[in-house]
């Protein structure tokens, strides 16, 4: 890896009954995130993914580029969300570039999308080069 490099991007087809099997694996049963009219009634557009889950997204691209064993540090802020249509799917987009090699370790910023807008903010990973 080298500063500038760019990561082949990766996308994910998240469906609802993805949100399903990752509320049942972290507990997480917030109604948002399985039931269009409770979403709707806070402000949301519809059924939205788990924040953690659009991370765990970003992290499987960098693990998939890496290595899991190579994961130092991932990081993010959740900015938009990730609204999941009630039948098929919805694409998340994680690309990456090498900001910066130093002591074996490399800084990667990365770029979260879905239909074109930034979902998480600020996502960088950090991983041994």
Not at 76 to 88: D, L, M, Q, R
């Amino acid at each position: 890896m080298n500063p500038g490099d760019t990561l082949e991007p990766r996308e994910y087809a998240v469906t609802r009954a993805d949100l399903v099997a990752y509320a049942d694996a972290s507990g997480d049963h917030n109604p948002i995130h399985q039931d269009d009219e409770v979403a709707k009634s806070v402000g949301l557009p519809g059924v939205i993914a788990h924040g953690m889950y659009t991370m765990a997204l970003a992290a499987r691209a960098v693990s998939d580029w890496t290595g899991a064993a190579h994961v130092v540090e991932l990081g993010c802020k959740f900015t938009n969300p990730v609204v999941v249509p009630a039948e098929g799917t919805i694409l998340v987009r994680v690309a990456g570039t090498v900001k910066s090699v130093e002591d074996g370790l490399a800084t990667l910023a990365l770029e979260v999308t879905c239909e074109g807008t930034k979902v998480l903010g600020m996502p960088k990973a950090v991983v041994r080069a």
